[in-house]
Structures are given as C-alpha cells and as structure tokens.
C-alpha cells in the first residue's frame, strides 16, 4: 500500500478539489473517487469555485459539488496542473495531487502525476486498483465520462492499448459507452449553435493559414444565452481545417481579462507555449489567462510566439 493511500485510510473526512471551469475529467475523477470512498465509510466532501457545465448534470453525486470549501483530514485534487487552478485561498493540508498534465507543479504532500495517461480519471483507476479499491459501477460510469471526454472519444495521440484496456475494464465493471456517448453529446442547447455561429464568424487565418484564431466576447455570450464552453466545438472545428496546424480561441473574461485556449494538430507543443505565458496543459491542448485586455496584443505576442515554431513545417 503506498503512503498517499495509508493517508486516505487514516483519514475520516476527505474533500475533493475539482479545477475552475470544470471539465468531464477532473469531475469524473473525483466523483470516481467519490464513489470509492463512500464505500469506504468515509465523510467526503467535492469543492468546485465555479459553475457546473449543463451536460455533466448526469454523472452519479454530482449534486454533492460545492461552492463552500469544507476543511478535512485529507484533501485530493483532480486534473489541476497548479495550484492556483483550484481556485482556493484556503490552506490544503496533506494533499494528494491526481493528474496527468505534464506541466503539473508538483504542489502536493503526494503527486500522484502520469503524463502518459489520457485523462486524470486514469490515474485515479490505477492508483485505486493498485491499492486494492473496490470500483462500484457508479464510479466506473464517472471515470469513463472523464476518460472518453478527454480522449476525444479515443481520436488523441494518448491513446493506446492500455487506454482501450482501461476502458474495457470500467465496462465490465458497469459503465455503459452510448449512455455516456447521448449525455455528454446529445443534450446541446440551441444557445450553444447559435454561439457557435458567432464565434465561426470570427475565424481568421495567419502564418500560411497555418494558424487558425476565433473570438468570443461578453457580447456574444449574452446575446445568445450561451456559455463560455460552449464555444470548445468551434476551436476543434477551427483546428480541423487542412491547412491549420494551431487553432486558438480568445475569449474575453467577465473581468476583460483575456483567456486564450490554444489547440494543436500534430506537431507543435502549445502547452510549453502556454507554461511560458504563465498558464500550463498538454501538447495538444493547453490555455493562459492574459492580463492585457486587447485581442490584438495578446494575438500578437501569442503569433510571435508561435511564428518561430511554424516556419518549420
Ligand atoms: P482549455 O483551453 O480548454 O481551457 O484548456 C486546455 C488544457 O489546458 C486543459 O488541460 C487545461 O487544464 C489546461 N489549461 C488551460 N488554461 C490553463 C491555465 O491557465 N493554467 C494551466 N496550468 N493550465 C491551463
Ligand atoms: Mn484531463
């Protein structure tokens, strides 16, 4: 048994901190663990600083995330590469840090970190198996979400045996694929189409069409009801344009803060791009948060970035 794992046995209440602006992964993840700690008889608490998105509604406990952060024995977090991701002012003392971001900062008492894996989810099932866990199906429907909505449905250059292996194991232990497959594809808001339109009606292309950039503001958001993830679907499409090797998405923030999300195809690493912006991710998908609240001179600084590792190809 590994000394993160002799911790949460000893520990009679534990709360699991889930990154801003929540995704399937760091959700699933810890609702995975949830799950597993349940049955272990423990008190636990799931702590999220923002707002839930509308299509994880489905995943069994999620009406036990929180707003309030609740002090414990022992805290988890999922899916945060740093910890400012968590958004907590409060001290978090021991904690187990569970990711697979290759920028992870190591901020824990344990840093549970698999670069390797496709979703957070996976190394959560690993660290719990490895440890002797009993997986209920509630669980094993949780990761999966987290798995398949990281992975792209398997399309991801992470994907590998071990990842099918992984997703035949949480099958036979009760997830369920198209279940999974409707909730987290088959729900969309016409506001979200409708954003969507808007955003594509942005799309620029510089470098030798090489890069792609669409943009989304406040203004977008309220006149069509939509929010802010809603516009993910437009940054892939954006990405799959044959000549496009890096897609970004400039979103303007409640505050004029400019967050930049940036997806790549095949060659460029846009998560050291983003570490030396100050914000972090993975290869193929990473994001930062500018202070500057002018599209131009963030997409500016971001394409001089950028140019360097395009000339190349
Ligand atoms: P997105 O662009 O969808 O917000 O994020 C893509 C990936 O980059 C995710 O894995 C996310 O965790 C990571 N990421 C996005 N923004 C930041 C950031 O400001 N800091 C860090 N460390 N990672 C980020
Ligand atoms: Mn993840």
């Not at 470098?207 to 006149?223: C, D, G, H, R, S």
Request: contains cysteine; proline residues 3%.
């Amino acid at each position: 048994m590994t000394e993160a794992w002799q911790l949460i046995e000893r520990a009679k209440s534990v709360t699991l901190l889930t990154h801003v602006n929540p995704d399937a992964d760091t959700l699933g993840s810890a609702l995975g663990m949830y799950h597993i700690l349940k049955n272990m008889g423990k008190k636990v608490h799931i702590f999220n600083a923002t707002r839930l998105p509308y299509n994880l509604d489905f995943l069994p406990g999620i009406t036990k995330v929180r707003n309030a952060f609740q002090e414990a024995e022992c805290y988890i977090s999922f899916d945060a590469g740093s910890f400012d991701r968590l958004g907590i002012k409060n001290e978090c003392s021991p904690l187990i840090n569970i990711d697979h971001h290759a920028t992870n900062t190591r901020y824990g008492t344990y840093n549970i970190v698999d670069p390797t894996a496709a979703a957070t989810a996976q190394v959560v099932y690993d660290f719990c198996k490895a440890n002797g866990a009993k997986i209920p199906k509630e669980s094993a429907l949780c990761l999966y979400a987290a798995l398949v909505d990281d992975c792209g449905f398997f399309k991801y250059e992470s994907v590998d045996a071990s990842v099918f292996e992984f997703a035949k194991e949480l099958c036979e232990a009760g997830a369920q694929p198209e279940y999974v497959a409707q909730m987290l594809t088959m729900r969309e808001p016409l506001a979200k189409l409708r954003l969507i339109q808007k955003v594509l009606a942005t799309l620029e292309l510089k470098i030798n069409a090489k890069v792609a950039i669409v943009y989304l503001t406040q203004q977008m958001l309220a006149e069509t009801g939509g929010t802010k993830e809603m516009a993910d679907d437009a940054l892939n499409m954006a990405r799959s344009l044959a000549t496009v090797e890096v897609a970004v998405l400039l979103r303007q923030e409640e505050d004029g803060r400019i967050k930049v999300s940036l997806r790549s195809k095949s060659r460029v690493d846009v998560g050291a791009i983003a570490l030396s912006f100050g914000g972090g991710g993975h290869k193929r998908a990473a994001g930062y948060t500018s202070d500057l609240h002018d599209f131009d001179r963030v997409l500016q600084q971001l394409l001089n970035a950028l140019q360097g590792e395009l000339v190349e190809l």
